[in-house]
């Protein structure tokens, strides 16, 4: 019987929601073992003088825990 884990990552990127979604996905994966999914818990934009200057996503990543 597995057992599952969520951690909630934030990641950020100037270029888009894809692009910071792609990010904290990577950068979890480089983290953490076997990571099965993830999914969006909330995005947002930094915003300076009408011009978006960020993208954020947090994430819930679900990795396994090992025996």
Do not use: H, N, P
């Given at each position: 019987?597995?057992?599952?884990?969520?951690?909630?990552?934030?990641?950020?990127?100037?270029?888009?929601?894809?692009?910071?979604?792609?990010?904290?996905?990577?950068?979890?994966?480089?983290?953490?073992?076997?990571?099965?999914?993830?999914?969006?818990?909330?995005?947002?934009?930094d915003?300076?003088k009408?011009?978006?200057?960020?993208?954020?996503?947090?994430?819930?990543?679900?990795?396994?825990?090992?025996?």
């Amino acid at each position: 019987m597995a057992v599952a884990r969520v951690t909630e990552i934030i990641s950020a990127s100037k270029k888009s929601f894809e692009d910071a979604i792609e990010k904290g996905i990577k950068r979890s994966c480089k983290t953490l073992d076997d990571v099965k999914s993830a999914w969006i818990k909330d995005q947002k934009v930094d915003i300076d003088k009408g011009q978006i200057t960020e993208y954020r996503v947090t994430l819930l990543v679900t990795f396994i825990l090992r025996d």
